[in-house]
């Protein structure tokens, strides 16, 4: 037998001796004794924390529950889906294991639900491995150091936000100011070897356009797509923010650099408040329990680097009533290594992607780049400002030209500086050439050109 053919028939026999070690050969059955929001009290399972259950519904097909806790002799379960059919005394049995997900190669390319089941009409995941998706992140000893800088294509962020592999980004905007394009842009020319992105709670007729339109065919078949919409249950939209993060893990396990998309974590802490307050914790800062952010904070660690491959994480947060300092907004932007703002006002001048580089900034930045790229950056940021700080004297025309000749070097090159920043969702500049189109931009100014 020929040497690759043996080595794809251990695959899948080593994916059967999984699926055998993992099922539980004594049945365990309990029953609904209570329906309480999102949570069904259960008679008769002394399971244990994150164990999976079932739950017989009179509509036929079972509904799958999480065990999240304890009340005197009952289970706590949470149901991953709707509740209808259900009533007390329905018959629940313990399937004995954890919640895994399918890993590895064969999930590239795929479209799957909140519990990693493929919803893309593509047939079953026929992956090597399934994953345990309670995962916890690396060892702080193990963790590489950022030394290498990642191309997104995005030249606001390359030339003057430059990430490294491995870091973890937040994208702060409000409502409709196009934190999906940039996702989508970043998610096409990022330089990194896989994509896994989550969509957390987004409108349904959005998934489809953004897997067509915005990844596109070449995009798509590096990528993982984890769909959870706003319409499903809230333990399904938390549980699809875990499932992507633990694919992104493995393939870091396997020495990859991956692009963990997640859009977004604010509809992931709205899930985890909605299953708080059904557990009964009392809610802290604007009705968010504390299990809120204790939950923000494991997830967000989970990405980074490990000991041979990286994550590299864009988290973007719905910034309420555009409100920077909102609870779930200033935990996010305190944990990440970067934060990246998004400019209602710039959209509103059709200025795209609407970044509004004042106000964002990557800790990395330094340990990536060369002095020259920041020497660049750093002057394209104080030209900004200048001109800033006199912009409604000047559109007003009451600044005399002459009278500063730091704000006519900054009126100068606001033009060209402006024109580095906008870019159309299907430009492309990699790296190398970003850095010399930032060089030019800051270096146009010729004083006795003025007047």
């Known amino acids: 037998m020929p040497a690759e053919v043996a080595s794809r028939h251990a695959l899948d026999l080593g994916r059967y001796r999984e699926l055998l070690g993992s099922l539980t050969p004594m049945r365990v059955e309990g029953c609904v004794a209570q329906v309480v929001g999102l949570i069904a009290e259960v ?4 399971g244990r924390l994150g164990e999976m259950c079932s739950i017989a519904s009179a509509n036929g097909a079972p509904i799958e529950a999480e065990i999240v806790g304890f009340r005197g002799e009952r289970t706590l379960v949470m149901p991953l889906g709707e509740l209808r059919g259900v009533q007390a005394g329905s018959l629940v049995e313990s399937t004995g294991g954890l919640l895994t997900v399918p890993a590895g190669e064969a999930v590239l390319g795929r479209v799957l639900d909140g519990m990693g089941r493929p919803i893309d009409g593509r047939g079953p995941v026929l992956a090597a491995r399934r994953q345990p998706r309670t995962g916890a992140s690396p060892h702080v000893l193990q963790r590489s150091t950022i030394t290498e800088p990642l191309t997104t294509g995005v030249r606001a962020i390359d030339g003057l ?37 989550a969509l957390i709670g987004e409108r349904g007729r959005e998934v489809r356009e953004f897997i067509e339109r915005d990844l596109g065919e070449e995009g798509l078949a590096r990528s993982v797509v984890v ?7 809230a333990p399904l939209r938390l549980n699809a923010a875990w499932v992507a993060t633990t694919i992104a893990e493995e393939f ?15 509809r992931f802490a709205m899930a985890q408040r909605e299953i708080g307050l059904s557990l009964g914790e009392p809610p802290a800062t604007k009705g968010y329990t504390p299990s809120v952010f204790a939950q923000l904070s494991r997830l967000l660690e989970r990405a980074g680097t490990g000991a041979d491959g990286s994550i590299t994480a864009f988290y973007t947060v719905l910034v309420e009533a555009d409100d920077l300092t909102e609870p779930v907004t200033d935990t996010v932007r305190g944990t990440l290594d970067g934060h990246i ?16 580089v004042l106000q964002s900034v990557s800790r990395v930045m330094p340990a990536v780049t060369s002095p020259e790229h920041r020497a660049n950056a750093g002057r394209m940021r104080e030209l900004m400002a200048r001109f800033e700080r006199s912009r409604d004297l000047v559109q007003i025309g009451a600044y005399q030209q002459g009278s500063d000749a730091a704000l006519d070097e900054a009126i100068a090159l606001v033009p060209g500086i402006e024109a580095f920043l906008r870019q159309s969702p299907a430009e492309y500049d990699g790296l190398d050439d970003t850095i010399e189109k930032l060089r030019d931009a800051v270096n146009a100014y010729a004083p006795e050109a003025v007047g």
């Open 252 to 266: 870091r396990a396997l020495g990859r650099n991956v692009t963990l998309m997640m859009d977004s974590v604010t």
């Open 43 to 46: 008679e008769g399972i002394p």
């Open 227 to 233: 769909v959870s919409t706003s319409d499903e249950p």
């Open 341 to 356: 703002v998004l400019s209602r006002a710039l959209a509103a001048q059709n200025h795209y992607p609407a970044i509004d």
């Open 161 to 197: 936000l430059t990430c490294g592999l491995g870091q973890r980004i937040g994208i702060f905007a409000g409502s409709g100011v196009g934190k999906s394009t940039v996702l989508a842009m970043i998610a096409r020319h990022a330089s990194t070897d896989v994509n896994v992105i």
